[in-house]
């Protein structure tokens, strides 16, 4: 179904879970800026909490996430006394605006914490915020996740969970410093359906040393044989010049550009001929499952999780490096660990960077989450919308995209080419040298 452009994917791009990126934060913003956001939270508002636990059990070598190895107790025991109290912080700002309708946890791995560590998180968050019955979401690592972590995520109401399992195949875990065998992601589901949890994502990969679409094929037979609710597969991102965990993975073992297309091609194959609906380009749900009903029924959005049916359009990230979205700005934690316990300990709100969005940024985010998530989105009242045709004519004439007026519809064989038609919406893309992952 898809062609291989070469061309039009010789481009890194940015996966767009933001507009503008991260790429473009400024270390003019800080705290004086989410203290302004903060204050616009209406009364009512839905919004939505993410929080940051950057530590693992064990650290895995593709991984470029903010995270760090959970072996000092009392490193992390020091990090979740400062996580409590930016979590006050944050509660006193708002004082008593908005409701929480989302929780999500990510990292790292949060399950390298005690349970008894989140139980006590959920109680501080209940007494910061309003939460109103929150639809709660946490990413687990299958390696060391027991019966008393399954019952800390039914006492505390979590629904949904998304699994780091990258790949079945032993010889690949090698090759990427993530052992984990076939039993223990079967253990870990079993868990997690026996506490309660109606929704499990599986997180896949292509593009892996030594992978195939052989390999590949394995990978997701074994995938569906537990039927998960939810997949993604992405691809491997090598960028060892800013991920150093990364230069322990072989680059010549890394298929190349036209192997990684074969395979993303696959693999959107065959989950689509099993019954999974496409979300995008890279996510699948079944037909039942609230991704897949956002899809069909025009309400999907993008955020900093991803692809998701939350509709709020407040996203507070609290945590080392966690990211916060409004309306009018993007708001980044310090990433270092130490000038993170710093700030809070000075009370002083975490932000390190950021952006304020104008309302030039605003309608290019819309029209490029509305691209993404519908495959269709109205330009007409873009800045400099010739610049942007003229970007964007090479995709038309290789048939992946089409106009119906100011309207642009990305065409079946274009899904793959997504993010590289939406980066000709962006301008800043245009004249930076950042340097960003495959394509696809």
């Known amino acids: 179904m898809w062609t291989y452009h070469p061309d039009l994917l010789a481009q890194p791009v940015p996966r767009y879970t933001s507009f503008p990126t991260a790429a473009e934060f400024s270390g003019a913003v800080g705290p004086p800026h989410l203290a302004q956001a903060l204050a616009t939270v209406g009364p009512d508002e839905a919004i939505s909490l993410y929080l940051h636990i950057p530590y693992c059990r064990e650290l895995c070598w593709y991984c470029g996430c903010n995270t760090g190895a959970a072996n000092r107790t009392q490193r992390v025991q020091a990090y979740l006394l400062r996580l409590i109290e930016e979590i006050t912080l944050v509660g006193k700002a708002l004082d008593g605006r908005g409701r929480v309708k989302r929780i999500a946890w990510g990292g790292g791995s949060p399950n390298a914490l005690n349970p008894t560590d989140f139980d006590a998180l959920m109680r501080h968050l209940s007494q910061a915020f309003r939460l109103d019955d929150p639809v709660m979401s946490v990413e687990i690592d299958p390696r060391g996740f027991e019966w008393d972590w399954a019952a800390a995520l039914a006492r505390n109401g979590v629904t949904r969970v998304s699994l780091g399992v990258q790949t079945f195949d032993p010889a690949i875990q090698a090759a ?22 109606s929704s499990i994502n599986f997180d896949l990969m292509y593009g892996l040393p030594f992978q195939t679409v052989d390999t590949l094929a394995s990978t997701l037979e074994t995938a569906l044989s537990f039927r998960p609710d939810r997949l993604a597969v992405f691809g491997y991102a090598h960028v060892p010049h800013l991920i150093a965990r990364q230069r322990q993975i072989d680059d010549s073992a890394l298929p190349d550009a036209e192997a990684r297309f074969a395979q993303a091609e696959f693999a959107f194959d065959w989950l689509t001929c099993e019954g999974y609906k496409p979300i995008g380009f890279d996510h699948f749900a079944l037909p039942e499952d609230a991704l897949a009903i956002a899809a069909r029924n025009g309400t999907l959005r993008r955020n900093f999780q991803g692809f998701t049916e939350d509709p709020a359009d407040v996203l507070i990230g609290l945590g080392a490096s966690a990211i916060s979205q409004f309306p009018g700005w993007l708001l980044q934690n310090e990433k270092n660990a130490g000038r993170y316990h710093l700030r809070i300990a000075n009370g002083l709100l975490a932000t390190e960077r950021g952006w304020v969005r104008s309302r030039s940024d605003q309608r290019i985010g819309r029209a490029i989450e509305a691209l993404l998530c519908q495959g269709v ?12 045709e003229h970007r964007l004519a090479r995709y038309v004439a290789a048939g992946l995209a089409t106009w119906h007026d100011r309207r642009l519809l990305i065409r079946p064989e274009g899904l793959p080419y997504a993010r590289t038609i939406a980066a000709a919406l962006d301008p800043y893309r245009q004249q930076s040298a950042v340097r960003f992952s495959s394509a696809i």
Not at 178 to 195: D, G, K, N, S, Y
Not at 377 to 388: G, K, N, Q
């Open 176 to 197: 990427i410093g993530r052992v984990q065998p076939t039993e223990m992601i079967a253990c870990t589901v079993a868990r997690l359906r026996a506490a309660g949890v």
């Open 377 to 388: 989105a109205d330009l007409s009242d873009l800045p400099d919308i010739a610049a942007v």
